[in-house]
């Protein structure tokens, strides 16, 4: 699954196919049919992201900011100023790999379908739920109810981990602030950093070890990032 999201990451930015048409449907029938995901949701957000990284308010994956996280330099001594606490922010480094993933589930679950009907994506929508509807008809008969529930939640968690930490881990270490309208390459260079490169690291991370690249130039087949 979490391979798959990084293969649909790349049909994303047409990175993939020469032409964008055949990325935009290879892309539905990964994210869509295979992991039960809208193409139009995760489009419409990771285009932001790649647009104002690390710009609160602008950036969604700052979103977590300051209920559950406080984030960077300038936004946590705004919270220190204001006396504002949701939660104890000191211990952050401590509860971030277990909160993080447990939190992006329930969001992620009720996001994509407030977002389709929202946008009236009615095929996408029937999409995502035949793939729900798919894997109960597939799973509950084998192992039952109790025992799929465990399973499919469990899978997504290891599956949120995955991702929390590799799409995380270069964006957090940098400038997070609000946004102070600079030119685009200086927005992209002083939101990202890279990661060693190893052959683990390239496929632990669909290749986004290298994340300058990819935000610098984001429709660059992710062979290519390391020339």
Sequence with gaps: ???????????????????????????????????????????????????????????????????????????????????????????????????????????????????????????ELFLITVFNIRVSLMYIPLMGFKNFMVYYWLSRYLESTWFIWVSQMNHIPMDIDYDKNEDWVSTQVHATCNVNQSLFNDWFTGHLNFQIEHHLFPTMPRHNYWK
């Design 1 to 123: 699954q979490t391979q798959m999201s990084w293969f649909q990451h790349d049909l994303g930015h047409c990175s993939v196919f020469r032409k964008p048409k055949w990325n935009r449907l290879m892309q539905i029938v990964v994210i869509n049919i295979m992991k039960g995901l809208p193409a139009c949701w995760w489009n419409h957000l990771h285009n932001q992201h790649h647009a104002k990284p690390n710009c609160f308010r602008k950036d969604p994956d700052l979103n977590m900011h300051p209920l559950l996280f406080s984030l960077g330099k300038t936004l946590s001594m705004e919270l220190g100023k204001k006396k504002k606490k949701f939660m104890p922010y000191n211990h952050q480094h401590r509860y971030f790999s277990l909160l993080a993933p447990a939190a992006l589930i329930p969001f992620f679950q009720l996001s994509i379908f407030y977002f389709t009907v929202k946008k009236k994506k009615w095929l």
